[in-house]
T-cell receptor, first 115, second 112 residues
Framework: GAVVSQHPSRVICKSGTSVKIECRSL??????MFWYRQFPKQSLMLMAT?????????EQGVEKDKFLINHASLTLSTLTVTSAHPEDSSFYIC???????????FGQGTRLTVV | AQSVTQLGSHVSVSEGALVLLRCNYS??????LFWYVQYPNQGLQLLLK??????LVKGINGFEAEFKKSETSFHLTKPSAHMSDAAEYFC??????????FGAGTRLTVKP
């Protein structure tokens, strides 16, 4: 199956700093990628759809200035959490659909802890 | 818009017992349905999926699920639970197979 790699797997940062999370499609091209957020013991909530070469589409209630998404190439999307606060601590997961497959493939997730 | 509801946030079974995790969906178009498993601090692993064709689908680790359109359900079952099945299970729906909406999840506990 297709491989989606997410980096880093864990990151701890101080309040007020910014953190970048990368999502790469290793063996296929992804014009679209999805970013999810998962709070402890809760489900995955779609944050935004990342589109190569254009602006991301954010779900209602997600601050686009807070969660910056860049999809500059067909194999890489990045999520930057700006001016992080402790309440941004969460598990972030990306996924990418693959042509001829009926499901998207998920990255391993990034555990963000803001202290 | 599509959505899923998972009945029961926590299910506990004894090792060797039947596992039944419930999922009901809502979709305005024929849905694609999925079950994923998640172990602590890890990503999602696809157990099985229904897109078209046979309504009883078999997945990995002995799991299977049946798509019942009349009941808008896609319940996950396994005849005999194993300790290694203890994890969080998510049901998901999509109308295109890529933009997925997830249920709240069901935590499965397996007692020895």
């Amino acid at each position: 199956g297709a491989v989606v790699s997410q980096h880093p797997s864990r990151v701890i940062c101080k309040s007020g700093t910014s953190v970048k999370i990368e999502c790469r499609s290793l063996d296929f091209q992804a014009t679209t990628m999805f970013w999810y957020r998962q709070f402890p013991k809760q489900s995955l909530m779609l944050m935004a759809t990342s589109n190569e070469g254009s602006k991301a589409t954010y779900e209602q209630g997600v601050e686009k200035d807070k969660f910056l998404i860049n999809h500059a190439s067909l194999t890489l999307s990045t999520l930057t959490v700006t001016s992080a606060h402790p309440e941004d601590s969460s598990f972030y997961i990306c996924s990418a659909p693959v042509r001829a497959h009926t499901e998207a493939f998920f990255g391993q997730g990034t555990r963000l802890t803001v202290v | 818009a599509q959505s899923v509801t998972q009945l029961g946030s926590h299910v506990s079974v004894s090792e060797g017992a039947l596992v039944l995790l419930r999922c009901n969906y809502s979709s305005s178009v024929p849905p694609y349905l999925f079950w994923y498993v998640q172990y602590p601090n890890q990503g999602l692993q696809l157990l099985l999926k229904y897109t078209t064709g046979a309504t009883l689908v078999k997945g990995i680790n002995g799991f299977e699920a049946e798509f019942k359109k009349s009941e808008t359900s896609f319940h996950l079952t396994k005849p005999s639970a194993h300790m290694s099945d203890a994890a969080e299970y998510f049901c998901a729906v999509s109308d295109r197979g890529n933009d997925m909406r997830f249920g709240a999840g069901t935590r499965l506990t397996v007692k020895p």
